[in-house]
């Protein structure tokens, strides 16, 4: 039987930051540490953990956009093969593409068009169609970022990373700001891309959305992947998961009562419960 090969390959991969403190002396903060998983071709796998946990530092790094302070360590492979950061610089917006969190990834001084309008011609009559399906009339392409509303530059920025014809899509944090429509939408269009065979990460803190699109959930706390679980049996049930952060995430979402778990690992349980709330961490 022929042994599958994951698209996306992270093994022991961390990153730290050196700073400076006080005077010459520096400091070395480690922010991501061990993260590891597996994502295939086809796939779904949500990176679910607290905002502010470094989740979208992974994204980055996948990229190759870390800043210049930043020490990696681990690996990342691509296709079996080392993701190195020349290989970043020639997949990125090409092979690996990225839908990112902040709008302010849209270059200000380019008409939208011309954002969405893909360098692949096999994919060019797709850009009418992402357009249509994600309520963007003809004249936004004639507009210039700072000309949209928030909703209408993330569904630029959606559309933009859809027609790249990129076989790994890095979804971070694609929805919030979009109508419910608009979430559907988003959430359709990226299982229509895993079922041709695309691999989609998505990262989030939004635990229900994982539910309805993800295949696996890498539940992180903390810097580290505490583990890897199949979305439908973690919405069904907290027993099975083995970790304790897993089983307060689920016991914190609203129709599960946001019951509170008492004992060794509460402030995991209170970083979920502030998490679901909508207050952060």
Do not use: C
């Not at 042994?3 to 002396?25: A, D, H, W």
């Amino acid at each position: 039987m022929e042994q599958r090969i994951p698209l996306l390959k992270v093994k022991g991969f961390g990153v730290s930051f050196k700073q400076y403190e006080k005077g010459l002396k520096q400091k070395e903060t480690q922010v991501i540490s061990n993260f590891t998983l597996d994502l295939y071709p086809g796939e779904i796998m949500a990176i679910v953990g607290a905002s502010g946990s470094g989740k979208s530092l992974l994204a980055h790094a996948i990229l190759g956009i870390l800043p210049s302070n930043a020490h990696i360590s681990g690996s990342i492979e691509y296709k079996g093969e080392e993701l190195t950061q020349k290989k970043k610089e020639q997949l990125r917006g090409k092979g690996i593409s990225l839908i990112p969190q902040s709008v302010g990834y849209l270059d200000p001084l380019m008409k939208t068009g011309k954002q969405i309008d893909s360098p692949l011609k096999s994919v060019k009559s797709t850009v009418k169609n992402i357009m249509n399906r994600f309520n963007l009339e003809d004249n936004v392409k004639k507009k210039y970022p700072s000309q949209l509303s928030g909703g209408m530059a993330r569904r630029v920025l959606i559309g933009t990373a859809l027609t790249s014809g990129a076989d790994l899509i890095i979804a971070d944090e694609p929805t919030p700001g979009l109508h419910k429509t608009m979430v559907d939408e988003t959430l359709r269009t990226l299982k229509e891309l895993a079922s041709s065979g695309k691999s989609i990460l998505m990262i989030t803190h939004d635990i229900d959305l994982a539910f309805i699109i993800a295949d696996k959930i890498a539940v992180f706390n903390k810097g580290v992947t505490v583990e890897v679980v199949d979305a439908k049996l973690f919405e069904i049930s907290p027993d099975n998961v083995k970790h304790p952060y897993s089983k307060a995430l689920w016991n914190a979402l609203p129709q599960n009562g946001f019951h509170s778990i008492p004992g060794k690992d509460y402030g995991a349980d209170l970083d979920a419960i502030q998490e679901i709330l909508g207050g952060g961490v």
